[in-house]
């Protein structure tokens, strides 16, 4: 099956996209790869693909990767059977031959997401052809904000409050109000002049209560003429707990005079947003879905700068609006450090990505124009009856169709492994293409840290697991694959690919640049700091070794 004379010419292990090209062209319409030999693809009915973090080499009792400058660490190695390897995943050596090196993307310093690189694919060259038609035609509306405003799809998929007008999909709680529908008749009877609907860019600052993040400032901006039409400070209903002033911006004495309610904003903004004498206003800011739900406001007409600019990274990534104004308009904001954010100076960034998208074209601000998500391709592809024939699934942990699996046929949320086991079981006898996300051994190992808001330093967890937890995730990992190639059809294609290897040393190896980094642009000198959180050269050559070998990974192919 593998193609060892290929995979020995390459500079490094097969990658992620390798492996991500290898499914499409067994469901959908890619060539065939090279690296693998595939005799009569058509005739698989079925791919399942698994991604399993924490199955390491020493897990199947396999040989370190070689370090002889006459080795390839690259080929395939052969799995040793269960009997002989007393492997806590029995199941891996009993059904699969071979262990296929992989490398996760990143540069030297930095991993990236392996799903991200997994789920987006390049465009055929007939589809590519087709979208530089679609921006051809588009370049007669390139003055049009309408152009940038969000689909109604769009809002859905970034998690958008939306008015119930639009589509019954938002549950409104206490305290929240929507933007009044503007009837059609209303309009005709504008004169020509009022029909233009108005351009405002927002900004919020939030602050934590006992309920969590609440309104505590908002800025509103209008688009033509730059003039700040609203800026107030908002009492929120409870205590503040956090003033978060690292990015709100805001102190207990600045917030001290703040008398105005979030239902006094509200009353406040909507004579601009729904204006008596002319059309729904036109909200633009950055993740404007999160100053929409501080405001308890549904708004049916929004631009996101965090769409419309694209991250260098591709979907579903999101860029920073700091970073869009260095890379895009060449300034910096979000400068005053423990000072925070200023709404103003963010609103009016907001502004100038519009003007900029205007003035250069809907593919300014995009890195990935020629990519687009695996499921649009299998979408597309004909070779199984037809486009619209290739049904897929993501079964993954926390919100997978607001995510990766936002171009899936289907998206089955989980909390658990054992949610995504039955999630599986449900799911595959109805689509074509399933993929799923095991965690448990990724979680015994301490690879699964808590998230944690900039400026916070993550906590580390111990360095060697526990031995019986992570027998126990091993064993029942196993049982979960058994149980789920049972239940597989014949002529089912299982991937599993574990992405990665143990990640946490150079995260905090990152971590400490990025705080000696940090504390140089703020103005302190290396001699204010302390040595121990220095970053030397010695740190950076340490850091590149780690991303290497974090970025090592294996892959186990078979059919059933």
């Not at 207990?252 to 008398?259: G, M, P, R, V």
């Amino acid at each position: 099956m593998y193609v060892n004379g290929e995979i020995v010419k390459r500079r490094d292990a097969v990658h992620i996209n390798d492996v991500r090209d290898l499914v499409l062209h067994i469901v959908a319409d890619a060539p065939p790869p090279n690296w693998v030999k595939v005799d009569h693809a058509r005739s698989i009915e079925k791919v399942v693909a698994l991604l399993i973090p924490g199955i390491l080499p020493s897990t199947l009792a396999l040989p370190p990767l070689p370090t002889s400058a006459t080795a390839n660490p690259n080929v395939p190695l052969s799995i040793p059977l269960p009997a002989e390897s007393h492997t806590p995943i029995p199941f891996i050596a009993s059904t699969y031959s071979h262990a296929c090196p992989t490398r996760a993307p990143g540069d030297q310093t930095r991993m990236y997401s392996v799903l991200s690189e997994f789920f987006q694919c390049q465009v055929t060259p007939q589809e590519r052809a087709k979208r530089q038609a679609q921006r051809a035609s588009q370049r007669a509306f390139d003055s049009m904000p309408t152009l940038y405003m969000l689909t109604l799809k769009e809002m859905i998929e970034n998690e958008y409050p939306i008015p119930s007008y639009m589509a019954d999909v938002f549950e409104k709680g206490p305290g929240w109000i929507e933007t009044p529908q503007v009837s059609e008749e209303s309009l005709l009877l504008l004169p020509s002049d009022k029909l233009q609907s108005k351009i405002y860019a927002i900004d919020c600052e939030m602050c934590l209560t006992e309920d969590g993040k609440e309104l505590t400032r908002v800025c509103m901006i209008e688009y033509e003429s730059g003039i700040v039409v609203y800026d107030k400070l908002v009492k929120p209903p409870k205590p503040v707990t956090d003033y978060m002033t690292k990015w709100s911006g805001i102190t207990e004495s600045l917030l001290s005079s703040a008398t105005t309610t979030v239902a006094e904003v509200q009353a406040q903004l909507m004579p601009i947003l729904a204006p008596k004498d002319g059309p729904t206003s036109i909200l633009v800011g950055h993740s404007l879905e999160s100053d929409l739900r501080a405001l308890r406001i549904c708004h049916p007409r929004c631009i996101d700068t965090a769409v419309i600019y694209h991250h260098p990274r591709g979907r579903p990534l999101k860029p920073g609006l700091a970073w869009l104004t260095k890379k895009w308009l060449n300034r910096e904001i979000q400068t005053r450090g423990d000072s925070g954010h200023d709404p103003e100076e963010d609103a009016r960034a907001c502004i100038d990505l519009l003007r900029s998208k205007l003035k250069y074209g809907p593919s300014y601000g995009e890195f990935k124009t020629d990519f687009e998500s695996i499921y649009e391709r299998m979408g597309r592809a004909s070779g199984r009856g037809g486009p619209g024939s290739v049904r897929s699934v993501v079964v993954d942990h926390g919100n997978p169709g607001v995510m990766h699996g936002s171009k899936a046929s289907s998206n089955v949320p989980c909390t658990s492994d054992e949610e995504v086991l039955d999630g599986l079981l449900q799911a595959i006898p109805a689509h074509e293409f399933a993929f799923g996300r095991f965690t448990g051994i990724a979680d015994a190992l301490g690879w699964l840290t808590p998230k944690t808001s900039a400026g916070e330093t993550p906590v580390m967890p111990p360095a060697e697991p526990s031995p019986i937890v992570l027998a126990n995730a091993q064993a029942t990992l196993n049982n979960q694959l058994i149980t789920l190639y049972a239940s597989l059809p014949a002529r089912t294609a299982l991937i599993i690919f574990t992405g990665h290897s143990d990640p946490r040393r150079m995260a905090s190896l990152n971590a400490r640049k990025s705080a000696f980094e940090s504390a140089i642009r703020s103005g302190k000198k290396a001699e204010d700091i302390d040595k121990a959180d220095w970053w030397t050269a010695s740190d950076g050559r340490e850091l590149e070794e780690e991303v290497e070998k974090a970025k090592r990974g294996l892959l186990f192919l078979g059919i059933k």
